[in-house]
């Protein structure tokens, strides 16, 4: 792995003292055009694109789009009126703006270009919640440079991602864009995805930043619907929605984006705790701090602003450096600060962030995009196999009852399900550009395997909508097969942003063809496709072997069949708990233990009377947190605690013995748990605190060790500080979250 990154949290002096020389020269008004973000199209002309396109034909030359400009946007450029533009990915628009702002406006300081590229560019690879479930960091730094190659290709210099927000509420359809429920997984993925899209020697000669997302604690929107109220404690804030962005800044992410939501009724975009004094006084952090969509404009209905001058007012001074979309800084910063409302050297620290950034990242250097790159990099068949590899690792094995999988090359399938033929919805809820054409189905992953006529395919209903169900169809296809193959789930649509459910079974009547498929009685494989954890316990009753294959990429229908027929032994472990059913969200490994405890497994009212447990359900999830199957099977032995009694500066060694015991080389991804047993504020039943991805051939055995620092096995104290506290702590090296070898350690008193 190329291991040059370029990193935006160190000031340099050079760049202070070029900053120092632009910001002297710069009127107020340039200052205020630095922290505008804006689109520079206008509304889409038909005939406009036609006219185009029409040239484009005539010329014999290719054809990509130029969209009108704003009638504003040529003057603004001149006049420095805009500091970057949103979601431009055009080449030829952007050096055309890029021209303007540099050659023809007073100091020509160079736009920076941001995009949502969140799980690749035009190699799309599984959703962000998938490529977790790699457990991989590694792999995902490289999917990220990936991304960060097609997305600088294009013109673009800042990625709108990683999105890094702990989510433990499958209801809100944002969990399918980060890591997951727990912030120390979130953490290694966060610090993977920054160092992957601000590598350097890309192919364009030009740079990234990366932009963490959403600041901070979006995934606790109350019943999980997205952009809802949020209301956790500031310990919560500072131990689970925290630490990932903490570990993107270090890592040297340039940027962070403020969320929608509010953090103790303040919403993040003028919430001066998070801007101001965790990021700047805490953290020291100087990047840039850019708002969500329109998310100064929204302090309105929020409640905290009367209006757009209020609203810029307020998140200015909270600490918000550049506005996105809305025009509160664009129509009244100037008049803030004339007026004396908005002290200008605020201003000038937003922008000095602003400017220090565009240095940073190159853009005075390498201000335009070549624009012949592109065609010669996109979807180039090493980035397709990087895709291939992560929906390898992204898919997690549930269930394989009597190893029903692999399935024999000689097996007939009945394959039915409307997602088995399906491209769209393999590109999950942010693929920002949409080529369905791109993608491999089930289908065409399953013809590499079987000759056509080994197989009948049945889609046998829509996948959401009450449309034409083909019970009939599908009950005689399997009837006529050896095996049933159902390729079922959401559609990608159903997940992402502003797409929550309140309902995560399957969707529309997929649950009536599973019910008369499996009352056929025939071997039933599923592969589940979704952007989300779902709640299935009568399909996981119903399937012999389900496969989690969420929404994974362009390469999804390959890496489909390379698991099913056994090519690829599947290694992929669950980021967020699967529930029982919708009564138990939120369920979560990492829960605290109450004062009435139920048994290990959690249990039903009326085995443990008074307990915190259900009358109708036990506790634990469906599947939980860190679980996923092989094709082999491991072995856990020796847990051994080389210093069992540590002082605060010392390092808690552990090591576990892990055989694989079956006939098949597989990779396993051995997870290290503790729990503090008594704190001065109550502490988890467990936090992960290190896990390792091993491969191992059949019978090799291996001993795996894990060096854990005491200094990060603290919390959040009584007075808001971070703190290691003397005392008893159980630990655990296994497969998941629920199980593994335990032993014990304590911490000495200073
Ligand atoms: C959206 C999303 C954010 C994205 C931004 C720009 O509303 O919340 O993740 O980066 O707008 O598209």
Same mark, same amino acid.
């Given at each position: 792995m190329d291991n040059h990154i370029t990193t935006y949290n160190q000031l340099n002096p050079a760049a202070e003292a070029r900053v120092d020389a632009l910001l002297a020269q710069m009127t107020l008004a340039e200052k205020v055009g630095q922290l505008v973000q804006t689109n520079p199209f206008g509304p889409f002309d038909r005939d406009h694109y036609d006219a185009q396109k029409q040239t484009a034909e005539?010329?014999?030359?290719?054809?990509?789009?130029?969209?009108?400009?704003? =009638?504003?946007? $040529?003057?603004?450029?001149? &006049?420095?009126? %805009?500091?970057?533009?949103?979601?431009? @990915?055009?080449?030829?628009?952007?050096? =055309?703006?890029?021209?303007?702002?540099? $050659?023809?406006?007073?100091?020509?300081?160079?736009?920076?270009?941001?995009?949502d590229v969140i799980h690749g560019y035009r190699t799309i690879f599984p959703i962000p919640l998938a490529e977790a479930s790699t457990w991989n960091p590694e792999l995902l730094e490289k999917a990220s440079r990936v991304a960060a190659e097609e997305a600088s290709a294009v013109g673009v210099d800042w990625i709108f991602a990683p999105m890094v927000d702990v989510a433990r509420d499958p209801r809100w359809g944002r969990i399918a864009e980060g890591a997951g429920e727990d912030p120390f997984l979130g953490m290694a993925m966060a610090r993977a995805r920054v160092r992957g899209f601000q590598t350097t020697h890309l192919a364009s000669g030009r740079r990234i930043a990366a932009c963490p997302k959403h600041y901070v604690g979006y995934g606790a929107a109350e019943a999980g619907r997205d952009y809802n109220t949020t209301d956790f404690s500031e310990r919560t804030l500072r131990d689970v929605y925290l630490p990932p962005f903490k570990a993107a800044f270090d890592a040297g992410a340039g940027s962070v984006m403020s969320a929608f939501n509010e953090i103790s009724?303040?919403? +993040? @975009?003028?919430?001066? *705790?998070?801007?101001? @004094?965790?990021?700047?006084?805490?953290?020291?952090?100087?990047?840039?701090?850019?708002?969500?969509?329109?998310?100064?404009? /929204?302090?309105?209905? =929020?409640? *905290? +602003?009367?209006?757009?001058?209020?609203? &810029? #007012? *307020?998140?200015?001074?909270?600490?918000?450096?550049? $506005?996105?979309?809305?025009?509160?800084?664009?129509?009244?910063?100037?008049?803030? %600060?004339?007026?004396?409302?908005?002290?200008?050297?605020?201003?000038? /620290?937003?922008?000095? #962030?602003?400017? #220090?950034?565009?240095?940073?990242?190159?853009?005075?250097?390498?201000?335009?995009?070549?624009?012949?790159? +592109?065609?010669?990099?996109?979807?180039?068949?090493?980035f397709r196999e990087l895709a291939l590899d992560v929906a390898h690792e992204s898919m997690v094995l549930l269930k394989n009852d009597n190893d029903l999988l692999p399935l024999s090359p000689q097996a007939r399938l009945a394959v039915i399900g409307p997602l088995a033929n399906n491209h769209k919805d393999m590109l999950g809820c942010w693929s920002l550009h949409t080529h369905p054409e791109d993608v491999e189905t089930v289908l065409e992953g399953l013809s590499v395997y079987l000759p056509d006529e080994a197989w009948t395919y049945v889609p046998a209903c829509p996948i959401r909508e009450d449309g034409p169900l083909d019970i009939a169809a599908a009950v005689a296809a399997a009837q006529d097969a050896d095996v049933v193959l159902l390729v079922l789930g959401e559609s990608a649509d159903m997940s992402g942003e502003g797409h929550s459910r309140t309902d995560l079974g399957l969707p529309g009547r997929q649950q009536e063809v599973v019910d008369a498929v499996a009352a056929t009685g025939k071997p039933i494989v599923c592969v589940l496709m979704s952007g989300r954890p779902l709640v299935i316990p009568q399909l996981a009753s119903q399937a012999d072997a389900l496969l989690c294959a969420w929404h994974a990429g362009i390469r999804a229908g390959r890496a489909v069949a390379d698991i099913l027929f056994g090519t690829v032994n599947p290694s992929g472990k669950l980021t967020a708990s699967w529930p029982r059913s919708m009564g138990q969200i939120p369920t979560y490994y990492s829960h605290k233990n109450t004062g009435r405890p139920a048994s290990e497994a959690g249990t039903k009212q009326f085995a443990e009377s008074f307990k915190s447990v259900y009358i109708d359900a036990p506790n634990s999830p469906l599947f939980p947190f860190g679980y996923g199957l092989s094709y082999t099977r491991f072995a856990y032995s020796d847990l051994h605690i080389v210093q069992p009694e540590l002082g605060l500066d010392d390092t808690l060694t552990v090591t576990a013995t892990v055989t694989n015991a079956g006939e098949r080389a597989g990779a396993e991804v051995v997870q290290l748990y503790v729990r503090d047993l008594v704190g001065s504020v109550t502490r988890p039943v467990k936090e992960l605190k290190g896990f390792q991805k091993i491969t191992l051939q059949p019978g090799e055995k291996r001993t795996v060790s894990f060096a854990v620092p005491v200094s990060e096995l603290g919390f959040t104290g009584l007075d808001m500080r971070y703190v290691v506290e003397p005392g008893d702590f159980k630990v655990w090296i296994g497969p998941d979250s629920t199980s593994g070898l335990e032993g014990s350690f304590h911490i000495k008193k200073a």
């Open positions: 005539e010329n014999g030359e290719p054809f990509e789009y130029f969209p009108k400009l704003r =009638h504003d946007m $040529e003057d603004l450029l001149r &006049a420095g009126g %805009v500091g970057s533009f949103l979601n431009v @990915t055009l080449p030829k628009a952007i050096n =055309h703006c890029q021209r303007l702002a540099v $050659e023809e406006s007073r100091l020509g300081i160079p736009i920076m270009v941001g995009s009724s303040v919403p +993040a @975009t003028a919430n001066p *705790l998070i801007l101001r @004094t965790i990021l700047r006084d805490e953290w020291q952090w100087p990047g840039v701090v850019l708002s969500d969509y329109e998310a100064v404009k /929204e302090l309105i209905p =929020h409640g *905290l +602003a009367a209006d757009l001058r209020e609203a &810029a #007012r *307020l998140s200015l001074l909270a600490g918000l450096d550049i $506005e996105m979309i809305s025009d509160g800084y664009h129509n009244h910063l100037a008049e803030l %600060v004339e007026s004396g409302e908005v002290p200008l050297e605020l201003v000038d /620290e937003a922008v000095r #962030r602003v400017l #220090r950034l565009k240095i940073a990242v190159g853009l005075f250097e390498k201000p335009y995009v070549d624009e012949s790159l +592109a065609p010669k990099l996109i979807l180039r068949p090493d």
